[in-house]
């Protein structure tokens, strides 16, 4: 299983998206209690649930591990993890799904420069008060020192994504070849 890890913006959506789509990679679709953004599927992007729901499947140890942010529940289930998948989660959530899973989990931290994180969120319509709060909250949640395993740091900054995609694949090939 891959965990990938970054704060706001820094590109590991996309860079998921990726793997997936061209490296054969499948898609851990976690659990949440936010709103869907415009354009996001249920099902697909995440599964939207209630606060209720979430709690009830929380209670009944469904969840590898779970987090709140910005006021919301997110919660990655057991039942979806597997080789060759890929998660988004933050650095709490990557300590507890070491902790469970250890070696058959490699865990990449994507590093981006704080003002291509903010003009990322600026562009895709988040209001500026909301990007300043997470720029600020970020610092703080995606500290890469609270991890308690990193497998790999990578720097989205001036290499293409594609390039940084198949630096990915490459390692986590290796990785699990080698666990």
Known sequence: MLVLIGASASGKTEIAKRLIAN???????????????????????????????????AKENQFLETTQYHNNYYGTAFKDAQKNSVVIVDIPG???????????????????????????????????????????????????NHLKQIDAVIKNDAVPLEALTEQIATLYKTHMSTS
Request: aromatic fraction near 10%; glycine fraction near 4%; charged fraction near 35%.
């Open 23 to 57: 490296y054969g990679f499948k898609k851990m679709i976690t659990y949440t209690t936010r709103e869907k953004r415009k354009g996001e599927i249920d099902g697909l992007d995440y599964h939207f649930v209630s606060e209720a729901e979430f709690e009830a499947k």
């Open 94 to 144: 990557a300590n507890h799904i070491y902790e469970q899973l250890n070696k058959t989990v490699m865990i990449i931290y994507v590093e981006t420069p704080e003002h291509l994180r903010k003009a990322r969120m600026l562009e895709r319509g988040d209001a500026l008060p909301t990007v300043v709060e997470r720029l600020k909250t970020d610092a703080i949640h995606f500290n890469p």
